[in-house]
């Protein structure tokens, strides 16, 4: 695979996006954030999460040779074990990460989905790419939206009612009937969306977290199969810059209602197929 990726902070926030990748096999992660003065259990925090589960999956991936199911779930207990005899691991809100994983072998490619980041795959022949996301948490948390969405962004009443949104929805974390992502629990891992497809029916896949994901799915300036064009054309830096634009023409979440004015954004693209792919060369007598 032809892999190239980007991840940025919310301006004055850290990054607690993970992306990591060899030839074979890619993860991207989302931490969970915790709002201000809200608890966590946890003294090491969200992107230490995330980069700790990252890790141990993408060795995982290439080391191993189970199911990603169960290597996310030896992952996630692996993570656990690092930590549970400082922190409160059965806090409700201890960092917990959205995972996408990719892994070719022997002309296949498995992928597995667990929480709201988006893996687009670009089948060849399809006209419309296949976008697997598991949209639970936002189907649970729709009608605890309302009275954040209807404050400004950034407003001191926004912030305080989006602890509070965040908090209700720790509720119905990794419950039945609520939505899955990873944190404690191994268990998890079988929530996950996952499927196998043939290397050479697939041209590309990208990996987008939400905060790269919303300039499709939110804000739609752009459709999946444009989405991907940035990406192959001007590479993840782009689509992270188009969608910072978009944000700082909605500063107050106006036109946009949504948690957080900017948030982390990671994009990944991973070309398969050598279809499309041309050298640049340069212009007649330039230098
Ligand atoms: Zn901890």
Redesign the pocket.
């Known amino acids: 695979m032809r892999v190239t990726f980007a991840s940025e902070a919310a301006p004055g926030h850290p990054n607690e996006d993970f992306i990591a990748s060899t030839p074979d096999a890619l993860v991207l992660l989302d931490g969970a954030g915790t709002p201000v003065d809200s608890e966590s259990g946890?003294?090491?925090g969200v992107a230490w999460y995330a980069r700790s589960l990252g890790s141990t999956l993408l060795a995982g991936m290439t080391q191993g040779t189970g199911t990603l199911t169960e290597i996310l779930a030896e992952g996630i207990k692996a993570v656990a074990s690092l930590?549970d005899f400082?922190?409160d691991l059965d806090h409700p809100g201890s960092p917990s990460a959205t995972v996408i994983m990719i892994r070719r072998t022997a002309g296949v490619l498995d992928f597995l989905v667990l929480a709201d980041s988006v893996l687009v795959l670009d089948v060849i022949g399809a006209a419309e790419p296949t976008v697997v996301c598991d949209k639970r948490e936002a189907t649970v948390g729709t009608p605890y939206r309302a009275a954040m969405d209807a404050l400004d962004t950034g407003s001191s009443a926004h912030v305080t009612a989006h602890r509070r949104y965040v908090e209700t929805l720790r509720d119905h974390r990794n419950r039945d009937g609520g939505f899955w992502i990873a944190a404690v629990d191994p268990l998890t891992a079988e929530q996950a969306l996952t499927g196998t497809v043939r290397a050479d029916q697939v041209r590309a896949v990208a990996l987008l977290s939400d905060g790269a994901s919303r300039l499709v799915d939110r804000f739609h300036l752009a459709s999946w199969r444009q989405a991907l064009g940035i990406l192959e054309e001007s590479g993840p830096d782009e689509l992270i810059r188009q969608v910072r634009e978009a944000e700082h023409a909605d500063p107050a979440g106006s036109r946009w209602p949504r948690g957080k004015t900017h948030d982390n954004a990671t994009a990944a693209y991973c070309l398969l197929s050598g279809e499309g792919f041309s050298v640049r060369r340069p212009e007649p007598g330039a230098e």
């Open positions: 946890c003294v090491h930590h400082i922190c």
